[in-house]
């Protein structure tokens, strides 16, 4: 009995090893795979890895074609350990499925169920009636983290939300006259282009547009350089953007305008005004981001003001709250960072998860993650 326990004990330990190769390999695709998630591959015979392979881009291979490729002939008996179930239906790319299948690999180690309903669950059935063994579940949390956008859409029809904030120690973040450039130093700012270049889209207000006529580009180096250029949306429930606007006149990336009803002005093709259905004289926040997961966006990264973000944090719609906060006091004449009139008692008071503080430069990043549970919006 002993030294069977040793034996699964040494099974399991050695899965957990290779598991976690394949999650490193799936992040190589962080910048490039959207929407589709990062996955990787490792191929094992003999406790040797004969092939590696991840998701580089959508429309592309997928990581168990790369691997297997790389595979070859050896494949034939060897384990197979996916960071997330493998496909089986045909989309931009044949099923894996079928090619697992083919290559002879015995054994499959999953790290978790993909929460697409097209394949969740149904392509652990089909490896098993072709006898392939599988199992599922090694290191499926940190399968899962890398590709939390994803999760999200899938579960909730909504994109992962993220709203950054750059405030001072005193909790501000403008002058009373808007003045905001800038708060923090310039590593911080570099982070922020590194989070804008990991996500599907930024999304602000004509109010920052007027204030700070920012781009809303992504403007990060990473060693290739490669990385998609995330789609930029203005709340523009006035009209108020116009062709002068940097945010316009760049055109490295879609702008979607998003209003109550159309102008008459002739836009770039980059730029596209959406009217989406409302029954008041606002933008609708629950039928945007239900509009956004529709278009298969997984990472939403928000650059605001205090309006959207009270509004957001009223209507628990963020899933993490990243902030840069500077040394700086800038006192009472000033704009806060949150403000919520109904707030009367401290038990009232909204409530966050301290997830991780670093130090940048002179500054401090922390991100927190609200107390508040999902709910997936009808």
Same mark, same amino acid.
């Given at each position: 009995?002993?030294?069977?326990?040793?034996? $699964?004990?040494? =099974?399991?330990?050695?899965?957990?090893?290779?598991?976690?190769?394949?999650? !490193?390999? %799936?992040?190589?695709?962080?910048?490039?795979?959207?929407?589709?998630?990062?996955?990787?591959?490792?191929?094992?015979?003999?406790?040797?890895?004969?092939?590696?392979?991840?998701?580089?881009? &959508?429309?592309?291979?997928?990581?168990?074609?790369?691997?297997?490729?790389?595979?070859? =002939?050896?494949?034939?008996?060897?384990?197979? #350990?996916?960071?997330?179930?493998?496909?089986? #239906?045909?989309?931009?790319?044949?099923?894996?499925?079928?090619?697992?299948?083919?290559?002879?690999?015995? /054994?499959?180690?999953? %790290?978790?169920?993909?929460?697409?309903?097209?394949?969740?669950?149904?392509?652990?059935?089909?490896?098993?009636?072709?006898?392939?063994?599988?199992?599922?579940?090694?290191?499926?949390?940190?399968? +899962? $983290?890398?590709?939390?956008?994803?999760?999200?859409?899938?579960?909730?029809?909504?994109?992962?939300?993220?709203?950054?904030?750059?405030?001072?120690?005193?909790?501000?973040?403008?002058?009373?006259?808007?003045?905001? +450039?800038?708060?923090?130093?310039?590593?911080?700012?570099?982070?922020?282009?590194?989070?804008?270049?990991?996500?599907?889209?930024?999304?602000?207000?004509?109010?920052?547009?007027?204030?700070?006529?920012?781009?809303?580009?992504? /403007?990060?180096?990473?060693?290739?350089?490669?990385?998609? !250029?995330?789609?930029?949306?203005?709340?523009?429930?006035? $009209?108020?953007?116009?062709?002068?606007?940097?945010?316009?006149?760049?055109?490295? &990336?879609?702008?979607?305008?998003? /209003?109550?009803?159309?102008? =008459?002005?002739?836009?770039?093709?980059?730029?596209? !005004?959406?009217?989406?259905?409302?029954?008041?004289?606002?933008?609708?926040?629950?039928?945007?981001?239900?509009?956004?997961?529709? +278009? +298969?966006?997984?990472?939403?990264?928000?650059?605001?003001? &205090? *309006?959207?973000?009270?509004?957001?944090?009223?209507?628990?719609?963020?899933?993490?709250?990243?902030?840069?906060?500077?040394?700086?006091?800038?006192?009472?004449?000033?704009?806060?960072?949150?403000?919520?009139?109904?707030?009367?008692?401290? *038990?009232?008071?909204?409530?966050?998860?301290?997830?991780?503080?670093?130090?940048?430069?002179?500054?401090?990043?922390?991100?927190?993650?609200? =107390?508040? !549970?999902?709910?997936?919006?009808?």
């Amino acid at each position: 009995m002993n030294i069977l326990i040793k034996k $699964n004990n040494i =099974k399991k330990s050695k899965d957990k090893f290779y598991m976690q190769k394949a999650i !490193q390999l %799936a992040k190589k695709g962080k910048y490039t795979t959207d929407p589709n998630p990062n996955v990787g591959c490792i191929i094992v015979l003999k406790d040797k890895i004969v092939g590696i392979g991840w998701h580089k881009k &959508s429309g592309e291979n997928h990581a168990e074609v790369n691997a297997i490729n790389m595979a070859g =002939k050896l494949s034939k008996n060897a384990t197979a #350990y996916i960071s997330l179930e493998p496909c089986n #239906y045909f989309g931009k790319t044949p099923p894996c499925c079928d090619l697992i299948i083919k290559s002879g690999i015995k /054994r499959v180690v999953i %790290a978790i169920l993909d929460p697409n309903p097209k394949v969740s669950g149904k392509s652990i059935e089909y490896l098993k009636k072709s006898g392939i063994q599988v199992e599922i579940g090694i290191l499926s949390q940190k399968a +899962k $983290n890398i590709n939390k956008g994803f999760f999200k859409r899938m579960l909730t029809g909504i994109p992962w939300i993220q709203i950054k904030m750059a405030i001072s120690i005193d909790g501000k973040i403008a002058m009373k006259n808007g003045e905001s +450039k800038w708060i923090t130093e310039k590593k911080s700012i570099q982070n922020v282009h590194k989070h804008r270049a990991l996500s599907s889209a930024i999304l602000s207000t004509s109010n920052t547009i007027l204030k700070d006529n920012s781009k809303f580009t992504a /403007r990060y180096q990473t060693k290739n350089k490669k990385y998609i !250029q995330p789609i930029r949306i203005i709340i523009d429930s006035k $009209n108020r953007i116009q062709l002068h606007h940097k945010i316009i006149q760049e055109n490295k &990336s879609e702008v979607w305008l998003i /209003r109550l009803f159309k102008d =008459k002005i002739f836009w770039p093709k980059h730029v596209k !005004q959406i009217i989406l259905p409302n029954n008041i004289n606002q933008i609708n926040l629950h039928i945007l981001l239900k509009f956004l997961g529709n +278009k +298969k966006i997984n990472t939403l990264w928000i650059e605001c003001g &205090s *309006n959207l973000f009270s509004n957001m944090l009223r209507m628990h719609l963020i899933d993490e709250l990243i902030l840069y906060i500077a040394p700086k006091m800038l006192g009472n004449k000033t704009i806060s960072l949150y403000h919520d009139i109904n707030n009367i008692y401290l *038990n009232q008071a909204e409530q966050f998860i301290f997830k991780s503080i670093k130090k940048i430069g002179s500054d401090i990043k922390i991100i927190l993650q609200p =107390k508040y !549970q999902y709910k997936k919006i009808s």
